[in-house]
């Protein structure tokens, strides 16, 4: 939906409104145009049923609203004596049309100045449990949202078993874009697999002011810009056409910024015709071939142990193996051992169709240069370049594209240039020979950023059974920060003795109120 079509849309449920309320306005002491006029008309609102005027701003916030309508809905029949379960159950699965009845049909009285306070534990409970929903949703929405790594792609930076924060305040909290959707999940509701939200209505991108912008090797979490995937692992080849936010969540490093020129010699990333200074944390890895003396196997539990290769090892004959997501420090290791006979990284310089744009003569290893659009520039359309542009133009900023007859029309006009609405980014793994990413599908668009990884808050080693819960927590990893230079420090000691003096606290604070108590 467009701004006007929002505006619109606003504008009918002030209609809807006005006139399911309008009596009950008057009844409550109020006038009847005060329930037509948008805003102040949910202020006075709060006033009638006793709410704080502050709830107002929960209406308007995307995904909380929907939590908050069956609750004003449900207030607004209480505060006129309709406060049965049966009634309860008619305001929320009428969705609050049952007002209407009671507007023009009940002979209802206001009661001024009710009592919050739910009348049983039952209610109570309830009222917590909402609250503690609304706030969950706006924290998970807006500032701060769990993640979990899943595969080995940024293997030594963040391990499969990661639990992180993400931050969506670094740069810039998204307004979500599909406004119906159940709280706190992604496309898929837990247990019941089943789709989590709805196509229809949809807000136009925005995004909250950050205090920052992203910059060449930070880790990034962001919607996989060709993910077309029913839900989450799911295998049948059911394909969907999925809302932005709604689809799946990615992690990798930023190598390519709006406006520089990218390119890959032997796996080696340069931009703007320098190498990439990727900092100290970050442990790129490639594929190796190794050869053993004298037909010597090769050491696996070295290579996880000692090198912590977590991609394993092929053997390809008697003396040969290929190792991968070993490290060049890793590799210098190997070529150390006596039984080694050579070591050699893997430089894959065949042609390969999957690699974007798809119509070049490149590979994972080597391909560009390749430029990386900026929002506001003009680039030049023919067949040559249109797949670079393709996505961009047609799926990510929503035009229509057609080639008639070697003629590229967008809308259906001729076209020879195209102006780049927003920015664009290019991710790449740090496990260079075992990561999806921008390699394979292009550029990712700049309404596709969810946030930051700042956190990681616990650590599971795969390899470890949950019977071993002691030694499948990697405890050097808990409570340290993602970015940053040098060893990453863990704060978990302190947060256990805070914890501790916490309770202690807690303990004698306890043991005073009862001394005190007669």
Known sequence: ?????????????????????????????????????????????????????????????PIVNLIMFPVIWVETLRSFGKKSTLDTVLGVVTLGLYI???????????????SLKPTSEAGETVSSVLFAVVVATIIHTYFIQPFTIPTSSLEKTLLVGDFLFVSKVNYGARIPQTAVAFPMVHDTIPVAKVKSYSKFPQIPYMRLPGFEKPSHNDILVFNWPVDTVYQFFDRSGRRADK????????????????????????????????????????????????TTNNNAPLDVNFLIKDLQVTDGAQQINSDTYIVNALTVEGAERLKQLSSIKSVFKINDQNSDTRIFPHNKPWSGDNLGPIHIPAKGEVVTLNTETLPLYAAIIKDYENNSLEVKNGTIYINNKPATT????????????DNRHNSEDSRYWGFVPEDHIVGKPVFIWMSLDQNVPMGKLFDKIRWERLFTTVHGT????SFFIYFAIAMVAWGIYSFIKGRKAKKYTY
């Open 1 to 61: 939906m467009t701004l006007t079509q929002w505006f619109i849309f606003f504008l009918v449920i002030q209609v809807i409104h006005f006139l399911g309320t309008w009596k009950l306005y008057i009844k409550a002491g109020r006038k009847a145009w005060e329930a037509a006029v948008p805003v102040y008309n949910a202020i006075v609102l709060m006033q009638i049923i006793n709410r704080p005027k502050w709830w107002v701003i929960l209406l308007f916030i």
């Open 100 to 114: 209407y009845y009671v507007n023009y049909f009940e002979n209802v009285t206001h009661i001024p100045g009710r």
């Open 243 to 290: 809302p932005v936010d709604k689809k799946s969540n990615y992690v990798k490093r930023t190598v390519g910024l709006p406006g520089d020129d990218l390119q890959i010699k032997e796996g080696v990333v340069y931009i703007n015709n320098k190498v990439l200074d990727l900092g100290d944390r970050a442990k790129i890895q490639y594929a190796y071939r190794i």
């Open 418 to 429: 195209y102006t780049i609405q927003q920015d664009y980014y290019y991710m790449m793994g």
């Open 486 to 489: 040098g060893k990453p420090h």
